[in-house]
Nanobody, 115 residues
Framework: VQLVESGGGLVQPGGSLRLSCAVS????????MRWYRQTAGKERELVAD????????NYADSVKGRFTISRDNAKNTAYLQMNSLKPEDTAVYYC?????????WGQGTQVTVSS
């Protein structure tokens, strides 16, 4: 199983980024997808998750109204659209796939929000 994140980078406050997570090696359409983030010295934080069909999503209060999680089951890819970014959104972002009690992780992508 392989999860590969992309789309991170440096952006100014108020800007936007779109993260992608390409998944291979498992039946993507049966996996719940999640995005986490982590900064140095802190625990990994669940940012958003989405059901297998994409019909329902949940968000951390800190990103609600600014971030949108989505998925394309035909492309085996999950996304995290991040708008109105703030310096406190700076972190390494990880995607994760949950299927039948197993959780798989990507390698992470750095997002830095700074002027």
């Amino acid at each position: 199983v392989q999860l590969v994140e992309s789309g991170g980078g440096l952006v100014q406050p108020g800007g936007s980024l779109r993260l992608s997570c390409a998944v291979s090696g498992l039946t993507f359409s049966s996996a719940v997808m999640r995005w986490y983030r982590q900064t140095a010295g802190k625990e990994r934080e669940l940012v958003a998750d989405i059901t297998t069909s994409g019909g329902r999503a949940n968000y951390a209060d800190s990103v609600k109204g600014r971030f949108t999680i989505s998925r394309d089951n035909a492309k085996n890819t999950a996304y995290l659209q991040m708008n109105s970014l703030k310096p406190e959104d700076t972190a390494v972002y990880y995607c994760s796939a949950l299927r039948f009690g197993y959780q798989y992780w990507g390698q992470g992508t750095q997002v830095t929000v700074s002027s």
